[in-house]
């Protein structure tokens, strides 16, 4: 069992690295070296990129959510006040967050709209896993 804990929990801390990072990299590397490039060349790189990065997404969400739930399974029982707000929190953020993922990596044209200020919702998503990491770390005082 020992075993099974240690890797959902690497496995949760890997999908947040994985997914968080890849986030960073996309609004402060990603976007702005796009400037200047002519349309039809962004164009390329933009759909080049978005097959490789759904299914990165994708992939760091299902890890995060099994692991995720797992973790619930496992240390709520040990859990002291406020540890039920901070983890509703922390979970409404989350799927906050997913939801903004999946939108910006949608294949389905009625998107296209939504992508366009991908700038805007890249920094929302950001701004909502730095206080999600934040609840987490406070999660893990929340024990008996
Ligand atoms: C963007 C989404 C998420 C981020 C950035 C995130 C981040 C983290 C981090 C950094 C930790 C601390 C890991 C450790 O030191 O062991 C953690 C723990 C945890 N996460 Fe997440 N998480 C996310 C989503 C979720 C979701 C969706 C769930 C539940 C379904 C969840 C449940 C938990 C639980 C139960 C813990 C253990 C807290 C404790 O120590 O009591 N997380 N998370």
């Given at each position: 069992m020992l075993i099974l804990n240690l890797m959902m929990r690497w496995l949760h801390i890997f999908s947040v690295i994985a997914a968080v990072g890849a986030t960073v990299f996309m609004r402060w590397v990603l976007l702005p070296s796009l400037?200047?490039?002519p349309d039809e060349a962004k164009d390329l790189l933009l759909k080049n990129l978005s097959k490789r990065v759904r299914i990165l997404i994708h992939s760091a969400i299902g890890g995060i959510l099994l692991s995720g739930l797992y973790n619930t399974h496992l240390l709520w029982k040990s859990s002291v006040f406020p540890y039920g707000l901070v983890y509703a929190l922390k979970v409404g953020m989350a799927l906050g967050i997913f939801w903004v993922a999946i939108f910006l990596t949608?294949?389905?044209?009625?998107?296209a709209a939504f992508q366009a200020n991908r700038k805007k919702w890249l920094a929302v998503s950001l701004t909502l896993a730095i206080i999600v990491v934040a609840l987490s770390a406070y999660l893990r005082t929340l024990h008996y």
């Open positions: 400037a200047g490039l949608s294949s389905n044209p009625k998107r």
